[in-house]
Nanobody
Framework: QVQLVESGGGLVQAGGSLRLSCAASGRYPMGWFRQAPGKEREFVAS????????NYANSVKGRFSISRDNDKNTVYLQMNSLKPEDTAVYYC?????????????WGQGTQVTVSS
């Protein structure tokens, strides 16, 4: 069974940085999603199993960076120049392989709050 555990959320002022981590029970293609109060969950970033390919939502391009350490089965989301609108619960998710578009496995989420 795939297990995902996020960490690294917290409270930060606008313009600050945070790094989220997601420890997985194996090596999978991974993504980060977020859900703000009263809004639907939205895609943030993804990374292929090897780490060679990444993809970002337009709203975070140039500010967020996704990476992975395959020796540790851990994926990171480096978030810079944070804005109040980045406030949300952030979830990491995994897919079975790079060819499957659906994310079937989800972490418990970690809260990110950006104050103005």
């Amino acid at each position: 069974q795939v297990q995902l555990v996020e960490s690294g959320g917290g409270l930060v002022q606008a313009g600050g940085s945070l790094r989220l981590s997601c420890a997985a029970s194996g090596r999978y293609p991974m993504g980060w999603f977020r859900q703000a109060p009263g809004k639907e969950r939205e895609f943030v970033a993804s990374i292929s199993r090897s780490g060679a390919w990444t993809n970002y939502a337009n709203s975070v391009k140039g500010r967020f960076s996704i990476s992975r350490d395959n020796d540790k089965n851990t994926v990171y989301l480096q978030m810079n120049s944070l804005k109040p609108e980045d406030t949300a619960v952030y979830y990491c998710a995994a897919r079975d392989n790079d060819l499957v578009p659906r994310y079937d496995y989800w972490g418990q989420g970690t809260q990110v709050t950006v104050s103005s």
